[in-house]
């Protein structure tokens, strides 16, 4: 009959306690108290380093103990400080043996063992003393004490390839290993080993808006994490010892370079397709990592925030267009005004940029004028919404059916992917038949992915984002002259495109699907309107996206 490891352990355990000390300690022999307890996971049922030493010093009390040594580590190689300080002083003849409460407290690779049985050889090392098995200093006693140090590397060595083994397969099946990223749980109700990610219901939301403002480019990572602490009060996921506390700055800057949010995860180097749900697509979060800078790295901090900087082009000469700020006093009456002004960075040699600048209200007057002619009342809204409601009933009533089924199916074989890899960590069945059903599960999974992204699918998605486009155009000029410099930001940014400077005047057209609405004044076109949006969105796909109306408040 096949023994597992730790049996195998307990059983020549039980064979050494049947052979008693029977011969008397000497009084004067001097030891040493060794008390360790690993972080690994084979080492957690172990006692901990204060109920060892308690055990001990009840056992062993009696006995003259020079020092107690107490090591948080592993055994499983060598290297540990407080070990071999304790060796090289029994080998000086400072003491005489070792108190443990087990020899796998003591070694569990071959160099300590090997050290510990040549020291015994020696004389250097006289005595050994465990609670939990009994050692004579005879060739029977080193022999036995050799075949239980043996077993607890070998225990160690197969827990390591099981564990292994298991990450394979866990990689395989699309699942990261860890503990899920912030907006993710890792699902406690599924087996140990087995345990898929899911969205966390509580913070899922807010990261995905932590990345809205992002992708807008008025926001810092910074400022980002102050409004997601202080204004959303998000923190950690709250564990045993850490968690419950707002992301550290490091923190904020993991998430944002994180292609986890995206499908996919890193793991040994490696880049694996993942199963859990995607936060973000790709693109959003490559044009995240272009706003940060290259490879990632967060971009340099400026004094002063420009609500345009980086949006217009001098139209003369081709540069970017920057902004500084001027402070001029009145000697009249000594007050002081602060004047913000727009020009052409002239960073090209060869050309001779002419161009004069353009203070700040004067240009977002300019901008005003542009935004009116595609802002929309809130009657418009509330049609249109009413509309768009209709749209989706028709469409939801043809095809739910079949969606409901597709989804079923989806899931069914993810369960069997599950349930599979279950049977494989068993030994139930062999590495080519686990290889050959977990080709044919993934196959039709795939078949039903692509049948759940079918235009039906698209549509709904493309009606979700004609109506977040209506309520971002609605009211939009009056939001715009009321709000912050974030906000100024993002309607700009997000309404206009190609905006060309010259002699002070700042040129641009509103950019699809935002020129439709320029059709907004008569009634008989706002069902012409909604319905060239929603072809906009149909088209544009993940390429599109406009910031929620909760992204930009109305003031």
């Given at each position: 009959?096949?023994?597992?490891?730790?049996?195998?352990?307990?059983?020549?355990?039980?064979?050494?306690?049947?052979?008693?000390?029977?011969?008397?300690?000497?009084?004067?022999?001097?030891?040493?108290?060794?008390?360790?307890?690993?972080?690994?996971?084979?080492?957690?049922?172990?006692?901990?380093?204060?109920?060892?030493?308690?055990?001990?010093?009840?056992?062993?009390?009696?006995?003259?103990?020079?020092?107690?040594?107490?090591?948080?580590?592993?055994?499983?190689?060598?290297?540990?400080?407080?070990?071999?300080?304790?060796?090289?002083?029994?080998?000086?003849?400072?003491?005489?043996?070792?108190?443990?409460?087990?020899?796998?407290?003591?070694?569990?690779?071959?160099?300590?063992?090997?050290?510990?049985?040549?020291?015994?050889?020696?004389?250097?090392?006289?005595?050994?003393?465990?609670?939990?098995?009994?050692?004579?200093?005879?060739?029977?006693?080193?022999?036995?004490?050799?075949?239980?140090?043996?077993?607890?590397?070998?225990?160690?060595?197969?827990?390591?390839?099981?564990?292994?083994?298991?990450?394979?397969?866990?990689?395989?099946?699309?699942?990261?290993?860890?503990?899920?990223?912030?907006?993710?749980?890792?699902?406690?109700?599924?087996?140990?080993?087995?345990?898929?990610?899911?969205?966390?219901?509580?913070?899922?939301?807010?990261?995905?808006?932590?990345?809205?403002?992002?992708?807008?480019?008025?926001?810092?990572?910074?400022?980002?994490?102050?409004?997601?602490?202080?204004?959303?009060?998000?923190?950690?996921?709250?564990?045993?010892?850490?968690?419950?506390?707002?992301?550290?700055?490091?923190?904020?800057?993991?998430?944002?370079?994180?292609?986890?949010?995206?499908?996919?995860?890193?793991?040994?180097?490696?880049?694996?397709?993942?199963?859990?749900?995607?936060?973000?697509?790709?693109?959003?979060?490559?044009?995240?990592?272009?706003?940060?800078?290259?490879?990632?790295?967060?971009?340099?901090?400026?004094?002063?925030?420009?609500?345009?900087?980086?949006?217009?082009?001098?139209?003369?000469?081709g540069c970017m267009v920057t902004a500084e700020e001027k402070v001029k006093r009145n000697r009249t009456n000594d007050g002081v005004r602060t004047y913000v002004y727009y020009h052409c960075t002239k960073k090209k040699r060869?050309?001779?940029?002419?161009?004069?600048?353009?203070?700040?209200?004067?240009?977002?007057?300019?901008?005003?004028?542009?935004?009116?002619?595609?802002?929309?009342?809130?009657?418009?809204?509330?049609?249109?919404?009413?509309?768009?409601?209709?749209?989706?009933?028709?469409?939801?009533?043809?095809?739910?059916?079949?969606?409901?089924?597709?989804?079923?199916?989806?899931?069914?074989?993810?369960?069997?992917?599950?349930?599979?890899?279950?049977?494989?960590?068993?030994?139930?069945?062999?590495?080519?038949?686990?290889?050959?059903?977990?080709?044919?599960?993934?196959?039709?999974?795939?078949?039903?992915?692509?049948?759940?992204?079918?235009?039906?699918?698209?549509?709904?998605?493309?009606?979700?984002?004609?109506?977040?486009?209506?309520?971002?155009?609605?009211?939009?000029?009056?939001?715009?002259?009321?709000?912050?410099?974030?906000?100024?930001?993002?309607?700009?940014?997000?309404?206009?495109?190609?905006?060309?400077?010259?002699?002070?005047?700042?040129?641009?057209?509103?950019?699809?699907?935002?020129?439709?609405?320029?059709?907004?004044?008569?009634?008989?076109?706002?069902?012409?309107?909604?319905?060239?949006?929603?072809?906009?969105?149909?088209?544009?796909?993940?390429?599109?996206?406009?910031?929620?109306?909760?992204?930009?408040?109305?003031?």
């Amino acid at each position: 009959m096949k023994k597992t490891a730790r049996s195998s352990v307990l059983a020549s355990t039980a064979i050494a306690n049947t052979a008693f000390d029977t011969t008397a300690t000497p009084t004067h022999w001097r030891y040493f108290l060794y008390a360790r307890k690993s972080s690994e996971p084979d080492d957690r049922q172990a006692l901990s380093i204060e109920s060892q030493k308690k055990e001990l010093l009840e056992r062993f009390g009696h006995l003259q103990i020079l020092e107690i040594l107490e090591e948080s580590r592993t055994a499983k190689e060598p290297g540990r400080p407080h070990f071999e300080r304790l060796m090289k002083r029994l080998e000086n003849g400072e003491a005489d043996g070792i108190i443990a409460w087990h020899p796998d407290r003591l070694s569990r690779n071959s160099v300590d063992a090997g050290r510990i049985i040549y020291d015994l050889d020696r004389g250097k090392l006289k005595d050994l003393k465990f609670a939990q098995y009994n050692f004579e200093n005879t060739p029977e006693g080193k022999w036995m004490l050799a075949v239980i140090l043996s077993q607890s590397k070998y225990f160690v060595d197969k827990l390591s390839k099981d564990v292994k083994r298991g990450l394979r397969a866990k990689l395989e099946m699309g699942w990261r290993p860890g503990v899920a990223p912030i907006g993710y749980l890792n699902n406690l109700a599924d087996h140990k080993g087995l345990r898929t990610l899911v969205p966390d219901p509580e913070r899922f939301a807010l990261v995905r808006q932590m990345w809205d403002l992002m992708l807008t480019g008025a926001y810092s990572p910074s400022r980002i994490l102050e409004v997601a602490s202080a204004e959303w009060g998000l923190r950690t996921v709250e564990r045993h010892k850490i968690g419950g506390s707002p992301l550290s700055y490091s923190g904020i800057y993991r998430l944002f370079t994180n292609r986890f949010y995206y499908g996919v995860f890193e793991y040994g180097g490696q880049l694996h397709q993942g199963r859990q749900q995607p936060m973000i697509s790709e693109e959003e979060f490559w044009k995240v990592q272009e706003l940060l800078g290259r490879k990632g790295r967060p971009r340099p901090k400026t004094k002063r925030t420009f609500a345009y900087t980086g949006l217009m082009r001098c139209a003369e000469c081709g540069c970017m267009v920057t902004a500084e700020e001027k402070v001029k006093r009145n000697r009249t009456n000594d007050g002081v005004r602060t004047y913000v002004y727009y020009h052409c960075t002239k960073k090209k040699r060869a050309v001779r940029c002419a161009q004069p600048c353009l203070e700040n209200r004067v240009l977002e007057e300019q901008i005003s004028r542009v935004l009116q002619t595609v802002d929309v009342p809130e009657e418009f809204l509330q049609w249109a919404r009413h509309y768009i409601k209709e749209l989706r009933q028709a469409e939801e009533s043809e095809n739910g059916v079949k969606r409901e089924n597709l989804q079923r199916a989806y899931s069914s074989t993810g369960k069997q992917l599950d349930e599979l890899l279950g049977v494989r960590l068993r030994g139930l069945i062999d590495d080519n038949e686990f290889e050959r059903k977990r080709l044919m599960l993934l196959r039709e999974q795939a078949a039903l992915k692509t049948q759940l992204d079918d235009p039906a699918a698209q549509t709904k998605l493309a009606l979700e984002r004609v109506e977040r486009t209506c309520e971002f155009a609605t009211n939009l000029k009056i939001r715009f002259e009321t709000g912050t410099i974030e906000e100024k930001r993002i309607i700009l940014e997000n309404v206009g495109s190609n905006l060309l400077l010259r002699d002070k005047i700042l040129r641009f057209e509103p950019i699809a699907p935002f020129h439709h609405f320029q059709r907004a004044g008569e009634k008989s076109n706002w069902r012409g309107i909604v319905k060239d949006v929603r072809t906009f969105c149909l088209e544009a796909r993940e390429e599109f996206s406009v910031p929620s109306i909760a992204t930009v408040p109305e003031s």
